[in-house]
């Protein structure tokens, strides 16, 4: 990276550090292309990033083509049932093994000399070998795999630093608040049809700072979607509570919990709370998922969930759906957005296709939510890409000064994190961003 690039990144990551205290961020932040380079080694090439489902892996041989930063990974179950994420080029001259997006094989075979690599990545097979490369060691030139690979409840998450701190200690104890959805039934969540995905001209910091916890833009943007009725107020009647949740070893997320003791679980319908049952839950994880209408949140670096029922039609039933958002950068102010939306394995066949038609047509591509947030999002990238905008701080300093704000206490909250009682802080997105300062930092120290 040249000396004036350098110094743009060292700006740009000291200032959004002090962010805790300012609670200001720079605008360039959105769009600028040295940041984009310096995210791509330093976020992208050592955090855990999620790459997909078990699930979605139901068989031997089925593969899927999965990004990790600029790089493109084959995701794929071998023969023997094992899970690999190997890099998508070949040993011998570098192309890229895997031309399909996604399938079922028991072989890549490259499109350039034909070298041949099982499903597990190792290389079976090589024209001529005898007289082409007769001391090529087949053993040694197997595909790359991702330095590591581990999963947490069905979710696959890979590094690609050989060391660092694991899956579990990245996660901490945001499991304590991922259970209540990966384990509400015995069966856990399944993921429903092939994710989403599509381009888009917003930051991919954009989406996961919103997820992680922006209560506060609900009302205002997504005003159409309240006005002809697809939300449903469930649990609404008694009363409810908002509570946003920071800090949670570097990630946050924001929840709404119902007054009343009455079993909400997100809002799923009778037939399918019949599976939820606390045996893989704590008392204190059961009580707060009974009472949820929504959780939300997003684990660093660009792992987003939502837990919510909503409508497709204002005459139709809620249906309940849990979402997972990946917000994958390729390029500065520019985002391939993954959308995986999930529902208790349990639930009927018929209940699977309501929940993904209702996430469909409110979470997704053509969704009345998304098109809303784009609207937002990509704004602050077009801003952000102006020569004037290294003039420009966005504003983060909701809920900073302890006034509105109060933290609640060990006896008044079982969970983890810092948990406040209302869900106007921005406490969520300054956690999000001292996450990121932290590995912008971190990283750049390794290399020296
Ligand atoms: S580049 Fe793959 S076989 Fe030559
Ligand atoms: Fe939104």
Known sequence: MSGAKQSQVDKLVSNVRKMDETGLLPLEVYNDRALHEAELERIFGTAWVFVGCESELSAPGDYFLRPIGNNTFIFARDEAGDIHVMYNSCRHRGTEVCRAEQGNTTHFRCPYHSWTYDNSGDLVGLPQKDKAYPDLDPDDWGLHEAPRVESYEGLVFASLADNGPSLEEHLGDFTWYLDMHLKLTEGGMEVLGEPQRWVTDFDW??????????????????????????????????????????????????????????????????????????????????????????????AFPNMSFLHIA?????????????????????????????????????????????????????????????????????????SANGTFAEKVKANFQQGLEAGDARVMDDDEWPGPGRVYDTNLVEDTIRTFYGSWADAMTEAENDDN
């Open 205 to 298: 910091k954009s989406g996961a700072e919103n997820f992680s916890g922006d209560s506060y833009h609900t009302q205002s943007t997504h005003s159409s979607v309240f006005e002809v009725g697809l939300t449903e107020n469930l649990g609404a009647a008694g009363g409810s509570h908002h509570h946003d949740i920071s800090h949670v070893d570097g990630h946050a997320m924001t929840l709404r919990l119902a007054e009343e003791d009455k079993p909400i679980f997100f809002g799923y319908p009778d037939e399918v709370q019949t599976y939820i049952d606390d045996a893989r839950l704590s008392d204190d994880q059961y009580n707060i998922a009974k009472r949820s209408i929504i959780q939300d949140g997003t």
């Open 310 to 382: 909503l409508k497709d039609a204002a005459e139709s039933d809620p249906a309940t759906f849990f979402l997972i958002r990946k917000w994958n950068p390729t390029g500065p102010g520019q985002t391939e957005v993954w959308n995986w939306v999930l529902a208790p394995t349990e639930a009927s066949e018929e209940y699977k296709r309501r929940a993904y038609k209702v996430a469909v047509s409110t979470f997704s591509a053509s969704g009345n939510f998304d098109q809303d947030d784009a609207v937002g999002w990509r704004g602050m990238a077009t």
